[in-house]
């Protein structure tokens, strides 16, 4: 398998509210809402960055689709992490993240390793950790 991902896809309980927070709260960008013409087929895609997409999935029809039980979503099974330049647009996009309707689980602060980073949950509880490591280059 080559290593390479190209659809992270996140389960949510409301499609709609949840891809109004990415976009509207965000500022991501969307075709909006497709497959609504099949059942359990509705589905928003947001492009990421070239070659990779987030999808945005009724968790009933994930489950379906993957012939798992719906189990409540665990914030903490796994987490999205995005890399800024600087300490600043850490905050600023916390800041943006929480009035989007993001609930702020770790304010944004110094690391151990001599970054910048801070936590919050979309309104499904999945976790994003936005970060400026002076190690790397933001993508």
């Known amino acids: 398998m080559h290593p390479h991902l190209s659809v992270l896809t996140l389960a949510v309980h409301d499609l709609q509210a949840s ?4 976009c509207q709260g965000l500022g991501f960008k969307s075709e909006g809402i ?3 013409e099949y059942e359990n087929g509705a589905v928003a895609f947001i492009e990421l960055q070239s070659g990779l997409k987030l999808a945005l999935w009724p968790q009933q029809s994930l489950g379906l689709d993957s012939g798992l039980a719906l ?3 665990c914030p903490t099974g796994f987490s999205l992490g995005h890399n800024v330049g600087s300490a600043a647009e850490v905050d600023a996009i916390m800041m943006r993240a929480e009035k989007a309707g993001a609930t702020i689980t770790k304010a944004a602060q110094a ?23 002076p190690c790397w280059e933001p993508s």
């Open 111 to 133: 690391t151990f390793y001599g970054g910048y980073a801070g936590y919050f949950q979309d309104p499904n509880a999945h976790l994003w950790e936005i970060v400026w490591n």
């Open 34 to 36: 497709i497959g609504q």
């Open 19 to 22: 891809l109004d927070f990415y």
């Open 71 to 73: 189990t409540p979503l």
